[in-house]
């Protein structure tokens, strides 16, 4: 599995689509372990342009404090699972609490 979480200062951005950077990490699903973990600059925000850049990337699940509705839809028809509202953390924990049922997440904080 590959998580991407949009980060800012080396925290969730709480706008995915104005993050400075994303961290793509790789996990193991049967040992719940990280295998690889990236950072890496998003090209130009623009409608679909980031839906289309971390599918061709094989990211199989988002993690985002806040994402439109028409970037949720975008990666939904792309098999790529969206989590919103995720709480202010580090990619790797936010990680380490969604893979062990921890990660608790609020409302989406993105209202387009």
């Known amino acids: 599995m590959r998580i991407a979480?949009?980060?800012t200062e080396g925290r969730l951005s709480s706008h995915f689509?104005?993050?400075e950077q994303f961290t793509i990490i790789e996990?193991?699903?049967d040992s719940k372990t990280t295998t690889k973990t990236e950072m890496l600059?998003?090209?130009a925000h623009e409608p679909g342009v980031l839906p289309r850049w971390l599918h061709n990337l094989g990211v199989n699940l988002i993690i985002a404090g806040g994402m439109g509705q028409k970037a949720r839809l975008l990666?939904?028809?792309n098999n790529v699972a969206?989590?919103?509202g995720a709480p202010d953390n580090t990619p790797e924990q936010l990680?380490?609490?969604y893979l062990h049922g921890n990660l608790k997440c609020g409302q989406n904080v993105c209202d387009h």
Do not use: A, S, W, Y
Request: with cysteine; charged share 30%; aromatic share 4%.
């Open 5 to 7: 979480i949009p980060v």
């Open 17 to 19: 689509g104005h993050c």
């Open 27 to 29: 996990v193991d699903d």
């Open 41 to 43: 600059t998003p090209p």
């Open 75 to 77: 990666f939904e028809e």
């Open 82 to 84: 969206v989590v919103v």
């Open 95 to 97: 990680v380490k609490d």
